[in-house]
């Protein structure tokens, strides 16, 4: 990811997908219904979709961030 690296070594943080030529790491963060625990991803397709019955409530995520209220049910990708 050379636009963020300045040339340097650069491994994309968790909750991050850096596509080549990204000088944003905003840019790149996992969007709502997902998450990612892994390093290293270079494309949004990888970040994982959040698991039913959790939901990912914000950008970047590194893990879901929890359990669907009592009474409500979260199909996979719950964004809220």
Known sequence: CIGLSEGQ???CPEG????EGM????EGR????????????ETISQCKT???GQYCGNLGLTAPSGSCMAGWTCTGGAGD
Do not use: I, K, Q
């Open 23 to 26: 000088n944003n790491l905003e």
């Open 16 to 19: 991050y997908f850096c596509m």
């Open 50 to 52: 959040c698991p039913a």
């Open 9 to 11: 070594d650069f491994v």
């Open 30 to 41: 996992c969007p709502l219904g997902t998450y990612s625990d892994l390093r290293g991803l």
